[in-house]
């Protein structure tokens, strides 16, 4: 009788764990192979069919102890569709701590930072969104982007509703 309590109860602890993001919309990664090449473009499509509710947006990042800089470059293009209209963004985060401790979430060397995208925004049309997410990090004084850039193991396109 004992045990069985003790397994409900986990059962319960860990279904309560798994049901609490209730604000996804949509949730993908994509993979590196050790390094984020400069031409290697992460590509996320996804279905939007609600123009009223508002939404935020964020890029995820998983990196690890490798990622030597402090900040990263992106270039975040969303098409819309059935159009031509693509809106770009060139952003900038900052990735570590003055003391060069990687921020974000996590335990162990692979961190999960969370970054914001976009807030507070309705999809103006109803149909197949896709959004391209390129790195773009330059070392100071150097005009060539940095080819390889180490220490990128994942990067993900989240959307959340607002309510």
Same mark, same amino acid.
């Given at each position: 009788?004992?045990?069985?309590?003790?397994?409900?109860?986990?059962?319960?602890?860990?279904?309560l764990?798994?049901?609490?993001?209730? #604000?996804?919309?949509?949730?993908?990664?994509?993979?590196?192979?050790?390094?984020?090449? #400069?031409?290697?473009?992460?590509?996320? @499509?996804?279905?939007q069919? @609600?123009?009223?509710?508002?939404?935020?947006?964020?890029? $995820?990042?998983?990196?690890?102890?490798?990622?030597?800089?402090?900040?990263?470059?992106?270039?975040?293009?969303?098409q819309?569709?059935?159009? @031509?209209?693509?809106?770009?963004? !060139?952003?900038?985060?900052?990735?570590?701590?003055p003391?060069? !401790?990687?921020?974000?979430?996590?335990?162990? @060397?692979?961190?999960?930072?969370?970054?914001?995208?976009?807030?507070?925004?309705?999809?103006?049309?109803?149909?197949?969104?896709?959004? $391209?997410?390129?790195?773009?990090?330059?070392?100071?004084? #150097?005009?060539?982007?940095?080819?390889?850039?180490?220490?990128? !193991?994942?990067?993900?396109?989240?959307?959340?509703?607002?309510?």
């Amino acid at each position: 009788m004992r045990i069985r309590n003790s397994i409900f109860v986990f059962g319960a602890l860990l279904l309560l764990f798994c049901s609490c993001d209730e #604000k996804r919309v949509f949730d993908e990664y994509k993979s590196f192979d050790g390094a984020w090449n #400069k031409d290697s473009i992460a590509s996320f @499509d996804f279905e939007q069919q @609600d123009t009223t509710s508002v939404y935020n947006m964020f890029v $995820n990042i998983r990196s690890n102890n490798d990622y030597p800089y402090s900040n990263i470059f992106l270039i975040v293009e969303m098409q819309q569709p059935d159009t @031509d209209f693509t809106i770009v963004d !060139t952003l900038e985060y900052q990735m570590a701590n003055p003391d060069g !401790t990687l921020m974000g979430e996590g335990f162990t @060397d692979v961190k999960e930072s969370k970054l914001w995208y976009r807030e507070q925004v309705k999809f103006p049309t109803q149909g197949a969104y896709k959004v $391209n997410i390129q790195q773009a990090v330059r070392e100071a004084g #150097k005009v060539p982007g940095v080819q390889e850039l180490e220490g990128i !193991t994942e990067i993900g396109f989240r959307i959340e509703t607002t309510e």
